[in-house]
Nanobody
Framework: QVQLVESGGGLVQPGGSLRLSCAAS????????MGWYRQAPGKQRELVAG???????LYADSVKGRFTISRDNAKNTVILQMNSLKPEDAAVYYC?????????WGQGTQVTVSS
């Protein structure tokens, strides 16, 4: 059974940084595409960043140049490094694993950007 556990959210001032981590279990992690999504109140969940099995990445235009997604297959972990955070980045961030046409989700971690 695939399980995803996110950590690293919290409160940060505008311009600050946070590092989100997602630990996966119950899967051959290196064979899975991974992503980070976010959902702000009253808005739809949106893709923030994705990383394929070969390490190719993609980013939402709104986070390009500020966020970096990476994966450590030895630790079954995907990381989202978020720099230069803005108030509009505030949301619940979800880790996603895509495997054989099925999406699995973590429980989410809250990111608040406020002075």
């Amino acid at each position: 059974q695939v399980q995803l556990v996110e950590s690293g959210g919290g409160l940060v001032q505008p311009g600050g940084s946070l590092r989100l981590s997602c630990a996966a279990s119950g899967t051959t992690f290196r064979l899975d595409a991974m992503g980070w999504y976010r959902q702000a109140p009253g808005k739809q969940r949106e893709l923030v960043a994705g990383i394929t099995t070969d390490g190719s990445t993609l980013y939402a235009d709104s986070v390009k140049g500020r966020f970096t997604i990476s994966r450590d297959n030895a630790k079954n972990t995907v990381i989202l490094q978020m720099n230069s955070l803005k108030p509009e980045d505030a949301a619940v961030y979800y880790c996603q694993l895509h495997q054989l046409g099925v999406d699995y989700w973590g429980q989410g971690t809250q990111v608040t950007v406020s002075s």
